[in-house]
């Protein structure tokens, strides 16, 4: 994974992402100072074969930053290491409060690209039929799925 160019949105994004997928049994995310440098371009392809030299299999570009309109801008692209081609690519429009959610969208649309399965994002909502409840909806932390094989990002 590289670094998200951007302003100071794209270093929690970076962030939220590499930790969500360290946490993961399935994606070990590559230290991008391993390969030369942290951040790319991510409007180029990367240089794969540097990324081919470490035994990377999708390399993970991105852009995180207020637009003119005060809203968050954040776009990815991911790349498969061995065919060279992008193997998903989006672009989340939001209030800046949501920069940790897109993040965690991000973290998923790899992850189910990757895996085929969600990880990141995923919630519940419980909902109480007592009428002395007020609370009638939560969140629940992410559900973490573990069925699916191992790789390298």
């Known amino acids: 994974?590289?670094?998200?160019?951007?302003?100071?949105?794209?270093?929690?994004?970076?962030?939220?992402?590499?930790?969500?997928?360290?946490?993961?049994?399935?994606?070990?995310?590559?230290?991008?100072?391993?390969?030369?440098?942290?951040t790319v371009n991510p409007d180029q392809t990367p240089n794969l074969d540097v990324y081919k030299a470490i035994n990377a299999q999708f390399v993970l570009t991105g852009r995180s930053q207020r637009g003119g309109d005060g809203r968050l801008n954040t776009e990815f692209r991911l790349f498969d290491v061995t065919t060279g081609e992008q193997a998903a690519g989006s672009q989340f429009v939001t209030d800046t409060?949501?920069?940790?959610?897109?993040?965690?969208?991000?973290?998923?649309?790899?992850?189910?690209?990757?895996?085929?399965?969600?990880?990141?994002?995923?919630?519940?909502?419980?909902?109480?039929?007592?009428?002395?409840?007020?609370?009638?909806?939560a969140s629940v932390s992410p559900s973490w799925i573990r069925t699916a094989p191992m790789c390298a990002i």
């Open 1 to 38: 994974m590289t670094n998200f160019v951007g302003d100071e949105a794209a270093r929690t994004v970076t962030s939220v992402i590499n930790n969500n997928f360290k946490r993961s049994v399935f994606l070990k995310p590559v230290d991008a100072s391993s390969v030369g440098g942290a």
């Open 97 to 137: 409060a949501n920069t940790r959610r897109v993040a965690h969208l991000v973290s998923d649309a790899v992850f189910t690209r990757i895996t085929a399965r969600r990880a990141f994002s995923t919630r519940a909502s419980f909902s109480s039929t007592r009428a002395d409840r007020r609370i009638t909806a």
